[in-house]
């Protein structure tokens, strides 16, 4: 299955484990979200890298602990139109997770630049549209609106814009 | 009133591209009707029973003469001629085509207006007190809000795919007109004793098949926490929103099942973990904003028009208009005129192309260019000088605009129902019309007094039946429509539910139902006692009577 | 052919312009109810429903369904007042829609109230 990222094709270079099964010694694996509670103290033993692989159900703070260890966390889309994984997405970057962000599942190309915004930046896109397709979907919005959202450089953020002489975009803890 | 500046223009432009680019794959075959309905829906594109439906967006209610002349434009060009005004001050066009709807959308995007999320699951066109920015009774004008909000929740990428739709509503009056209470966010303007402003912020209230009154989750809210505040409820509500059922999937919903201490900790959690911007450009961009809608510069007049005073003396009928059509303006000399698009026995709503270019004209001649569209489905020239209202009276005569019956019982809300609507059950627009006629006589309208009667073709509510003070529900029984009527709603600031008096009834009973409860209320009122007043005081018991007694 | 027929029709809206359309017997779609074809069977009625789902891939129509409907003196009448309304168009503008372009069932609207 070819992945979409940086608005080309690559190849998935992970393995993809099961809730359970024996582990390859060596390489990159992604195990399912169960699986990382269970086995987190050999998980993170383990030589190669670590990904994870999050419910639409699960809740982003119950990663936290693990973020530091994580190199990729896959998001479901059981349909284009459950957005709950556009939620933890952006959670997770405001949690300051800076890894491989995937969508899997039902992700089209009408959707991907919303993707692209929340912080995803790689895609399980299957073979029904041509690159093309996805390669124009990514930049049909030159602007938003929004404030603070994860952008790949290519379009404005209207209010930043506008007042060009405020301060910039400043995480700082929220006080009460 | 707001100007898009480059921004806004290239915004709107790259979405219409958008939409342009899908439809032709749509029409290519490209897309599925599954995949293309979500995003026509979010452009305000639905397939209704005859043909597509477009729905169109009239931010906070505000509109210029411009854009009034370009809405009829557009009736005469790619419609037949008419557009149907909604409760949720938009405008819907009934004989629309998907391969026109690309255009209709550049020529709105001309004068700086838009269908963006009419429809879908996501933040819909932001309304507000259609008495906005004019009224006497405001502590602020609530639409730089309205604009901000609307700014912010244009394509949001994290909520475009909500588990349902989401409708906020603003008010900066204490007199509630924009039934904020019962939208899934709320926003209502208050001013403590030291005379700094903070918002109310109630969630979880709604209409269609469960009705609620929502719930305030904070009292004060400062104006420049509002956009980060509203970003957390709408998070908690994205990710614990029930999906299973789209029945239960408003908000109010969460509200319900969490509690409403629940779901305010989770939002009040997540509205605190969230890493926090500074505000200034927020604050910045409400500031720039807010003067787009400084008052008009409203000339000093005297509190008393000679000219109004004796026009009204000379013309019966003008004092009538005046007496019912009117509304307090917050300067002297000054007057909100209401245009009821309800003539006797006409359809609620629904404006001529030709009405649009006369309401248009006096917008320009008489009201600084401004026009408002009201949830109850009328038109406000926000702005009139007392001296003028005799002369706009006889312009909206000429042009069948002239019913005096502005919250009166003709004053009737319905929603298209199922002559134009494919998820109705019932018709609701000639239930309308019979009341209507019933009721035609003025001076009966008169004795009756303030009456909200509201109409839905189906449970979805969008006809606001269960607020109105008798509200009517259309149903399918066994391929026959039939009617259920409800006592009591209100949707003002003291929000209440309807309540079901009774077995239901066939169409052609309906208004006579609606006559032997407004003879029940004016034998039992006390004086002055308006229809709502009333029934709270004694309850469903003489209505149901009066009405199931002989039946 | 004074007899009535009752049996299922399929009906869509034209995927272009949205305008309801009713399949008929050689296949194509009319803006007419009259001119639908009327499965008497339902193998007969599957078999329309086939080929209105052909027509859907083929981008012509979209939201094909079969309605309930009889046929009397050519005439058609669709069972529910929902199905009636989209042959006419609004009771309240008879002067739009089908009705208004000469395209109307033969069968009188819906009572008004
Ligand atoms: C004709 C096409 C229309 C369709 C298909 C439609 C669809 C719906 C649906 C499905 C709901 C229920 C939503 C829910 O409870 O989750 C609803 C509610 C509502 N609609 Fe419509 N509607 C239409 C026209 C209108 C019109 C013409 C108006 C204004 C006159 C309107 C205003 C509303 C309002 C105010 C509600 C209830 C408030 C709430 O959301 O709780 N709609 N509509
Ligand atoms: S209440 Fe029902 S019939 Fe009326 S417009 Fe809404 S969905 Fe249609």
Redesign the interface.
Known sequence: MPLLKNNTLISDTWIHAGVDGELPNAGDVIVPFVRLLKEWESLSQRDGKLGVELGNVDRAEALSMFLPRLSAVILPFPAFNDGRAYSIARQLREMGYRGELRATGNVLPDQLQLMLQVGFDTFDIGERFPLSTWQQASKQMSLAYQRGLFRRGSEAEIWTERHTDAEPWLEQPHAG | MYRYDEFDHQFVRDRTNQFRNQADR????ELT?EEFRPLRLMNGLY??????MLRVAIPYGTLSSRQMRQLAFIADKWD?GYGHFTTRQNIQYN?????DTADILDALAEVEMHAIQTSGNCIRNVTTDHWAGAAADEIADPRPVGELLRQWSSLHPEFSYLPRKFKIAVTGAPNDRAAVKVHDIGLRLHKNAEGAVGWEVIVGGGLGRTPMVGVTVRDFLPEHELIGYLEAIMRVYNLYGRRDNKYKARIKILVHELGAEKFKSEVEAEYARRPHASTEVEERELKRIAAYFAAPQLEKLPRWSAAFEEAKLKSPDFARWAKNNLGPHHADGYAIVNISLKPDGG?PGDATSDQMRVMADLAERYSFDELRVSHAQNIVLPHVKKDDLFAIWQALQGADLAAANYGLAGDIIACPG???CAL?TA?S???S??ISRKFANSARQDEIGKLKINISGCINACGHHHVGHIGILGLDKK???YYQITLGGSSAENASIGTILGPGFA??E??DAIETILDTYLKLREPDEEFLAAYRRVGPKPFKEALYATA | MTATEKGQLVTA?R??????VFLTRSGQWSEVIDDAALALEPQAAAALELRAKDD????LV??AYLIDAERREGRVRA????ER??AL?????LD??KQAEGKGAGFAA????
């Open positions: 749509r029409l290519k075959g009707e397939l209704q029973l005859h043909a597509y037949k004989w629309i085509k998907l391969e359809i199922l002559d134009y109705a018709r627009i000639p239930i019309q019979s391929g026959e429509e169409g052609h309906v208004a | 809206n995927l272009r312009d949205g305008i309801a859907e891939k083929a981008t979209t939201g069972a529910h007042i929902r309304m989209r168009g609004p009771t309240v503008r739009l829609g819906p009572e008004g109230v």
